[in-house]
């Protein structure tokens, strides 16, 4: 029998916070988390929590899983269950709703200031703005994000600063704009970003990389935005940030150059 341990609160009629113990039956059967979580919900109608695609595409069942944050619909009992518990719990650092349901608004506005989407001052083309198989190339690894939060609500620094700092998943999402061959604002989406909050305050501790069930690698995204911005601060290569970001944007500039400068210049702008 499987002990199933799930954090329970109805605002409505809860003074505080429970978690409330089930048993269930797994013997014979290959189960994802979520489907535990459907096959009790059937025991008790009451449990809350959030579900769509099933697919891990939609990110909208992310829970932390036996202290870690994944999504219940991708996360198999045999790879998360320790000592025959499963423990359920709400994503941290946003507040509950009910049960395992997390208010994300705080989140979408983070997302929201970053600007998602692309700005081209430019006379628009015929049909559509094009990309060299290269240029789009260097999307990968960016645009594959899901907004599930689990890298957001995994980073000590976004529990600190929810209001200020961006979080892993709006920079990952920012440096995929501003590295995006057709957009031409990126002036104003780093003069946005340039303060000592919105980017700095990332300590590069990996839990996002950690937890990201679509591999994904926020840590390195915000390195190369640390970049950009070091850059515009320094007048490092004294070259006009258009022409730095067109060098990024190239085929010239490698990750590796990337690297070299964050690890010359990143520890004297944290400190901030």
């Not at 979408?108 to 015929?126: D, G, S």
Request: overall charge neutral.
């Amino acid at each position: 029998m499987l002990k199933v341990s799930i954090y329970r609160y109805n605002p409505e009629t809860d003074e505080a916070p429970y978690m409330q113990d089930y048993e269930f039956d797994t013997a014979g059967k290959d189960l994802m988390v979520l489907d535990v979580l459907e096959l009790l919900k059937i025991q008790d109608p009451s449990l809350s929590y959030r579900r769509s695609c099933r697919e891990g595409v939609c990110g909208s069942d992310g829970m932390n899983i036996n202290g870690k944050n994944g999504l219940a619909c991708i996360m198999p009992l045999s790879e998360c269950v320790k000592g025959g518990k499963l423990i359920l719990r709400p994503l941290p650092g946003l507040p509950v709703i009910r049960d395992l349901v997390i208010d994300m608004s705080q989140f979408y506005a983070q997302y929201e200031k970053i600007q998602p989407y692309l700005v081209n001052n430019e006379p628009a083309p015929a049909i559509e703005r094009l990309q060299s198989p290269e240029d789009r190339e260097k999307l990968d690894g960016l645009y594959e994000c899901i907004l599930c939060a689990c890298c957001s609500t995994a980073c000590p620094s976004y529990w600190w600063n929810p209001d200020k700092f961006i979080g892993p998943a709006g920079l990952i999402q920012a440096y995929r704009f501003l590295i995006d061959s057709r957009d031409t604002d990126t002036e104003n989406r780093l003069a946005k970003l340039d303060d000592p909050f919105s980017v700095f305050r990332c300590h590069g501790i990996q839990n996002c990389v950690e937890v990201c069930p679509k591999g994904l690698n926020p840590t390195k995204a915000i390195g190369h935005i640390r970049s950009l911005l070091l850059h515009k601060r320094r007048d490092v290569s004294r070259l006009p940030i258009n022409q730095i970001v067109e060098r990024l944007k190239s085929k010239r500039h490698t990750s590796q150059n990337l690297e070299t400068l964050n690890r010359i210049f990143v520890p004297t702008i944290v400190t901030l």
